[in-house]
């Protein structure tokens, strides 16, 4: 079951080039003032950034209930706490800010690739040892 898990782990690597490659058009229509109107003007747009991060939040989520349960639920904490804070100070995001977070999101998801399939790096062990 974890090889599946793994192999929709590369679709969701897709996912991130996808969302990366569209960063100017995403920035755009994340910036807008008016995305009632950017949704009705450019249907395809929204649907490929939604579906996109959508499938990708997913992933980790069905993560939580595999061998990788500790970084899948970093990633998620952070994401939300990073949520949170643009929701209570906004500002225009900028494409190159869109890149690098795409960037780490794709190497996350890679380790977990990678950790679930060879290297079986226990990182709630190791966590919980710095505290010992």
């Given at each position: 079951?974890?090889?599946?898990?793994?192999?929709?782990?590369?679709?969701?690597?897709?996912?991130?080039?996808?969302?990366?490659?569209?960063?100017?058009?995403?920035?755009?229509?994340?910036?807008?003032?008016?995305?009632?109107?950017?949704?009705?003007?450019?249907?395809?747009?929204?649907?490929?950034?939604?579906?996109?991060?959508?499938?990708?939040?997913?992933?980790?989520?069905?993560?939580?209930?595999?061998s990788q349960?500790?970084?899948?639920?970093?990633?998620?904490?952070?994401?939300?706490?990073?949520?949170?804070?643009?929701?209570?100070?906004?500002?225009?995001?900028?494409?190159?800010?869109?890149?690098?977070?795409?960037?780490?999101?794709?190497?996350?998801?890679?380790?977990?690739?990678?950790?679930?399939?060879?290297?079986?790096?226990?990182?709630?062990?190791?966590f919980v040892?710095?505290?010992?």
């Amino acid at each position: 079951m974890e090889t599946f898990y793994c192999i929709f782990g590369l679709f969701v690597i897709y996912c991130i080039i996808v969302l990366i490659g569209n960063a100017d058009k995403a920035c755009e229509l994340i910036n807008s003032k008016e995305k009632q109107q950017e949704a009705k003007d450019n249907p395809d747009e929204w649907k490929t950034i939604g579906c996109s991060a959508l499938f990708v939040y997913g992933w980790f989520l069905v993560g939580l209930f595999t061998s990788q349960w500790f970084l899948c639920a970093i990633y998620l904490t952070l994401g939300f706490i990073e949520m949170a804070v643009k929701k209570a100070f906004p500002y225009n995001r900028r494409p190159a800010e869109f890149v690098i977070g795409g960037a780490i999101d794709a190497f996350i998801a890679l380790l977990i690739i990678i950790n679930s399939l060879w290297l079986h790096i226990d990182f709630y062990q190791k966590f919980v040892a710095l505290f010992n």
